[in-house]
């Protein structure tokens, strides 16, 4: 996936880059960053107007149809996490929730209430359990969700985290802080 000039994604082969589809753009911010699904049928590109600023527009597209499958508004840090299998995401909103979007019918499928923010979602590799970067600029918290209920299975206390990484197996949780530190 190229993002060039024109604001349009490109999906181009590999092999050869030839282009297979061109996917428009839905506002004139330029995209910064994608984030495929884990089986390549969808793809979210993140827009905003500068780099820094702390909302963005997520526009997912299933790339073979060059379907817009959902588009995000003002999600607050592009906080956004694909589901391992099914067609669905999970992202942050500017209402302190987290919301999980069906990708085949473009609809709200489910809501949790959070604390502040959403800066960052993870899924676990299972889809059981989500974690979640939330707060009031300071303190942050990161809570371990059921991915299902959404009911909060804890909480703790954390600095500004820049990303979230689960273990294929589930047995780690591995949370990298601003600060170098990586917490397991």
Known sequence: ????????????AVPDGRLITTLPASAK?????GKWSSDGRFL???????IRAAVTDIEIWETKA?????????????????????SRVWSGDRENSVGVWDLETGREAA???VTGSVQHIEL????????????VEKPWST???DAATGT?????????????????????????ARNGEVHL
Do not use: C
């Open 143 to 145: 809570s371990l969700l």
């Open 66 to 86: 060059a379907r817009q499958a959902l588009l995000l508004r003002q999600t607050p840090w592009g906080a956004l996490a694909f589901h391992p299998t099914l």
């Open 152 to 176: 909060v299975r804890t909480t703790v206390g954390s600095s500004w985290i820049d990303d979230i990484g689960w273990h294929p197996r589930d047995r780690w949780i591995a949370l990298t």
């Open 29 to 33: 911010d330029p995209a910064w960053a």
């Open 44 to 50: 979210a590109v993140f827009r905003k107007t500068f």
């Open 124 to 135: 676990s590799p299972d889809a059981q359990s989500v974690m979640v970067q939330h707060g």
């Open 111 to 113: 809501r949790y209430s």
């Open 1 to 12: 996936a190229w993002g060039r000039g024109t604001n349009a994604v490109e999906i181009r």
